[in-house]
């Protein structure tokens, strides 16, 4: 996002025109390069795996991968980022000779980016909420106005500041204020993963509460009061699957699971209805959906009522 979204963008133009393979005759002759270390990759009916229905390969064929062990989900390896910091340093060093260039373009790029800028406002209970950007910073800024009074501008979540503990990627998700908008509920995915970490923050001292949410989607949504929170997580291919509920000042691990959805096939999401009063449970394929409804009054409600009728369920 941002500055850095921008100069990928001049460095994709300048791969285009050709100046990169200019810049690699002049620059380095030996790059870094990956060993080869061969890894089966099954394809098809694997037994103990998931693989979807329909018409699999049984058996199922192989193939020789030499450089699966490149991939790590985690982004934790020291190997992997040892080889992508010298490919990086490598790509540096050849394209040296094009900074000017690549200066231009970026501020040729840039002059047709508006900045400074401020989105429309939206009112949501007693105040108008909007985000905003300013010439020079990467990131936006969430920002609320009273609407029925004088009351001055106030920065609810300044993504720049954020940036600043994820200095190598930063990505922020949702950001909500809980109903009676004394507290902020902001993730932030700082690895690349869209992976989120869901913190809290007390809109009236500024101040961060303890409670941490790891290891989320990014969804998040209030109950019917500023106590309740609901998020989901993952299973291990990384679908959004199950659906918690988190009361703020319990740890994590204290969380119950209100659903989860077992089919590979199907993406769970959250939301909340307009007037405030039902969760929004969505699981989403490319071919079908449903939509379970949970009362937020019940801040206890238990999963049966999702599962035995209790509650609505709609499917299209």
Same mark, same amino acid.
């Given at each position: 996002?941002?500055?850095?979204?921008?100069?990928?963008?001049?460095?994709?133009?300048?791969?285009?025109? @050709?100046?990169?393979?200019?810049?690699?005759?002049?620059?380095?002759?030996?790059?870094?390069?990956?060993?080869?270390?061969?890894?089966?990759?099954?394809? @098809?009916?694997?037994?103990?795996?998931?693989?979807?229905?329909?018409?699999?390969?049984?058996?199922?064929?192989?193939?020789?991968?030499?450089?699966?062990?490149?991939?790590?989900?985690?982004?934790?390896?020291?190997?992997?980022?040892?080889?992508?910091?010298?490919?990086?340093?490598?790509?540096?060093?050849?394209?040296?000779?094009?900074?000017?260039?690549?200066?231009?373009?970026?501020?040729?790029?840039?002059?047709?980016?508006?900045? !400074?800028?401020?989105?429309?406002?939206?009112?949501?209970? *007693?105040?108008?909420?909007?985000?905003?950007?300013?010439?020079?910073?990467?990131?936006?800024?969430?920002?609320?106005? *009273?609407?029925?009074?004088?009351?001055?501008?106030?920065?609810?979540?300044?993504?720049?500041?954020?940036?600043?503990?994820?200095?190598?990627?930063?990505?922020?998700?949702?950001?909500?204020?809980?109903?009676?908008?004394?507290?902020?509920?902001?993730? $932030?995915?700082?690895? @690349?993963?869209?992976?989120?970490?869901?913190?809290?923050?007390?809109?009236?001292?500024?101040?961060?509460?303890?409670?941490?949410?790891?290891? !989320?989607?990014?969804?998040?949504?209030?109950?019917?009061?500023?106590?309740? $929170?609901?998020?989901?997580?993952?299973?291990?291919?990384?679908?959004?699957?199950?659906?918690?509920?988190?009361?703020?000042?319990?740890?994590?691990?204290?969380?119950?699971?209100?659903?989860?959805? *077992?089919?590979?096939?199907?993406?769970?999401?959250? @939301?909340?209805?307009?007037?405030?009063?039902?969760?929004?449970?969505?699981?989403?394929?490319?071919?079908?959906?449903?939509?379970?409804?949970?009362?937020?009054?019940?801040?206890?409600?238990?999963?049966?009522?999702?599962?035995?009728?209790?509650?609505?369920?709609?499917?299209?």
């Amino acid at each position: 996002g941002g500055r850095g979204a921008r100069v990928a963008a001049a460095l994709g133009v300048i791969a285009a025109t @050709g100046l990169a393979d200019a810049a690699l005759a002049d620059g380095p002759s030996a790059p870094p390069v990956a060993p080869r270390r061969p890894h089966v990759v099954k394809i @098809g009916k694997v037994p103990g795996e998931d693989r979807g229905s329909g018409d699999l390969y049984d058996p199922p064929r192989e193939l020789v991968d030499d450089l699966f062990w490149l991939r790590d989900d985690k982004r934790e390896s020291a190997e992997i980022l040892d080889h992508l910091r010298a490919e990086n340093a490598y790509t540096e060093a050849a394209t040296a000779h094009l900074a000017g260039f690549r200066d231009k373009l970026y501020k040729e790029l840039l002059s047709h980016v508006q900045e !400074t800028d401020s989105s429309a406002p939206y009112a949501h209970g *007693p105040y108008a909420y909007y985000t905003r950007t300013v010439e020079g910073l990467s990131y936006a800024i969430h920002c609320r106005r *009273p609407l029925r009074s004088l009351g001055g501008e106030q920065v609810v979540l300044d993504e720049n500041q954020v940036a600043k503990e994820h200095p190598d990627h930063c990505d922020v998700g949702a950001v909500e204020p809980s109903p009676d908008h004394g507290v902020l509920a902001w993730a $932030v995915d700082g690895k @690349g993963y869209e992976t989120y970490t869901v913190h809290f923050t007390d809109l009236a001292s500024g101040k961060p509460l303890d409670d941490l949410l790891e290891e !989320t989607s990014g969804d998040v949504v209030w109950g019917a009061d500023r106590r309740t $929170v609901f998020y989901t997580t993952f299973d291990e291919a990384h679908r959004p699957c199950a659906v918690w509920r988190h009361t703020l000042g319990e740890a994590q691990a204290q969380d119950e699971k209100l659903f989860e959805d *077992p089919d590979g096939l199907f993406y769970v999401s959250i @939301g909340k209805s307009r007037d405030g009063r039902l969760l929004l449970i969505s699981a989403d394929s490319t071919e079908t959906s449903e939509v379970h409804l949970l009362e937020l009054s019940d801040r206890k409600g238990a999963l049966a009522d999702l599962e035995k009728g209790g509650k609505s369920l709609v499917r299209t």
